[in-house]
């Protein structure tokens, strides 16, 4: 009776016993991703001889056939790539707003904002960069070739897998059934899959071929003709001319340091590395473990770091191909210990009463907006994955549709979803996204401008050498994902394993309450309630696919996360 009672203690608690608190352990290369057949995919390609960048294109293109939800070739994404002898690089292959995409293409004729518009159907759809980004990181960096590293997902798509129970109920979703070609494939004409069936996709499988055999064919030949015909025909507004001039953009990654500890991460235009320095630069000055994991004191500092990080996301923040962005101002230490002194270790401060700090006066000639937002539930989407290879050179990357399934529009005859990127410009400055983010005009729609993001893939080093591998799909969540699971290694003394599990929590300045996952304690949240923190409890979120490194041995040691059917795999 003891132990079945003690089972289901921990089977009730949450996240953190979702799984075994042990990362997975290989001697020689691990991959983390949101699906085993993705993850087998990459460790193939590396027995093959390929390196962490062969493994992170092939398990890309194999997530565009086994996780349509976010796997993608009518994407974008970000990937972060360091070699074993410390040379870090970031590609850009985020999606553009078409030539004819105007600022005010989703308000009406009042200047409202169009419900639904920017997400559901061809007019959501940005001009897509994820075939680029791999082909370019292959071409560049790889060692086998494209049809090698392709050869795993032309394979699923061709031969098929069987759905799990959880990827049978998201086919379900009814946005996909408004548009004849994604209810055809996904949903077979109102004849749903169930746990078990094999999911077949001979239109990706053949546009896969003729991707692997010609990659220029996407942007600048017949595919991309074809593309273009299917979004024209629905209404949209990408051209094969948008997709001809469309370019892979290589930027330099961003540094920061926390606690002696070296990271790296994306620039703008994801937000999401300026925003993680800002945070942990905030967060330095506090000694989080003597607080304990998970207490109401440092659960309190830490929702206060997220607030005051997301109010400057929300001013500043966009393409800096486009816009002026003051990534050094923000990431300055001397701006987090400004910031710091703001806090009030016993009481929340109200969103609403946040004063920027003055140590850099200049930063308000960028500041836009601050209206304050209605609460909007944040959907799933996005996926991330993380490879280190034998010979310790290190991918993340962070891939998305935008929306689950993204705009829900298959193209037509090619077999592939296309994304809804458009929503996550500032479609009107001051007005929520629908991951209730606020934006300033410097994430305005024009053409051929890329949408600021919240993708936050990162590398942690310690004494130079690579320790933490990371990141996560969910949002605004994303930066406070990552942010928890490396204070949660950093700070708390937790495994990789331990980290990716433990409950999280959230605050993106508006709307002002915070986010906490169930398996927090209530007495802590009680305690958080009296200092001020308005707290809404929530199920699981995220989904984070990590690698640590053992610094001692060199063991690989991956961390696919406990909430969700994911796998590392490694050898």
């Not at 086998?144 to 798509?157: F, Q, T, V, Y």
């Not at 991956?558 to 994911?566: E, H, I, K, M, T």
Request: proline share 6%; net charge negative.
């Amino acid at each position: 009776m003891i132990q079945v009672a003690l089972a289901a203690l921990l089977m009730s608690a949450g996240p953190l016993y979702a799984a075994p608190l042990r990362p997975k352990h290989a001697a020689h290369a691990m991959v983390a991703s949101v699906h085993e057949l993705a993850s087998n995919a990459g460790v193939e390609v590396m027995k093959e001889g390929g390196n962490a960048v062969d493994a992170a294109v092939a398990v890309g293109f194999a997530l565009a056939v086994v996780h349509p939800q976010a796997g993608n070739l009518g994407g974008g994404g970000f990937m972060l790539f360091r070699t074993a002898d410390g040379n870090a690089r970031f590609i850009d292959y985020r999606e553009e707003a078409p030539a004819a995409a105007t600022a005010d293409m989703y308000l009406d004729a009042h200047g409202n904002v169009v419900a639904g518009a920017s997400l559901v159907g061809y007019k959501a759809v940005g001009v897509p960069g994820s075939v680029a980004g791999m082909v370019y990181a292959e071409k560049k960096y790889g060692r086998l070739s494209l049809e090698k590293d392709m050869a795993p997902a032309i394979k699923l798509a061709r031969d098929g897998y069987a759905l799990a129970w959880e990827d049978a109920r998201d086919l379900h979703d009814p946005d996909l059934a408004k548009f004849p070609e994604s209810r055809r494939i996904f949903q077979r004409d109102g004849d749903f899959y169930r746990q078990g069936e094999i999911l077949r996709q001979q239109d990706l499988a053949r546009t896969l071929e003729r991707i692997a055999k010609n990659p220029e064919d996407f942007y600048h030949g017949a595919l991309a003709r074809e593309i273009a015909a299917a979004v024209e025909k629905g209404g949209g507004l990408v051209t094969a001319l948008d997709l001809a001039k469309y370019e892979v953009k290589e930027r330099e990654p961003i540094h920061g340091r926390y606690r002696g500890y070296e990271i790296i991460s994306a620039p703008p235009p994801s937000s999401g590395g300026v925003a993680l320095i800002e945070i942990l630069n905030i967060l330095e000055g506090y000694d989080l473990g003597k607080s304990g994991n998970r207490s109401a004191e440092s659960m309190h500092l830490t929702l206060e770091a997220f607030r005051r990080a997301f109010f400057d996301r929300a001013e500043f923040l966009g393409d800096p191909d486009f816009s002026k962005i003051p990534v050094a101002q923000l990431m300055d230490k001397k701006y987090g210990v400004a910031w710091r002194q703001s806090v009030d270790p016993l009481h929340a401060t109200p969103s609403k009463d946040l004063q920027r700090p003055a140590v850099f006066s200049q930063l308000e000639q960028y500041a836009g907006l601050h209206p304050q937002p209605a609460a909007v539930q944040e959907p799933e989407h996005t996926t991330h994955y993380s490879v280190v290879d034998p010979e310790g050179n290190a991918v993340a990357v962070t891939t998305t549709l935008n929306d689950s399934f993204g705009s829900r529009v298959t193209a037509e005859g090619l077999g592939f979803l296309l994304n809804d990127e458009m929503d996550d410009f500032t479609v009107k400055p001051g007005v929520p996204n629908t991951y209730g983010l606020v934006q300033s005009p410097a994430n305005a729609i024009a053409s051929g401008k890329r949408p600021l993001s919240s993708m936050v893939p990162t590398m942690v080093l310690k004494d130079g050498k690579l320790f933490l591998v990371l990141g996560s799909p969910g949002g605004a969540r994303i930066i406070t994902t990552v942010a928890t699971i490396l204070m949660g290694v950093v700070d708390y003394g937790l495994n990789i394993q331990e980290a990716v599990n433990a409950p999280r929590f959230h605050n993106q300045w508006l709307p002002d309450t915070n986010y906490v996952e169930k398996g927090i304690s209530p007495d802590t949240i009680r305690l958080l309630q009296k200092m001020g923190q308005p707290v809404i409890q929530e199920n699981y979120w995220s989904d984070g696919e990590c690698i640590a490194i053992d610094l001692n041995t060199g063991e690989r040691l991956g961390a696919s996360d406990g909430r969700n059917n994911g796998k590392a795999v490694g050898f």
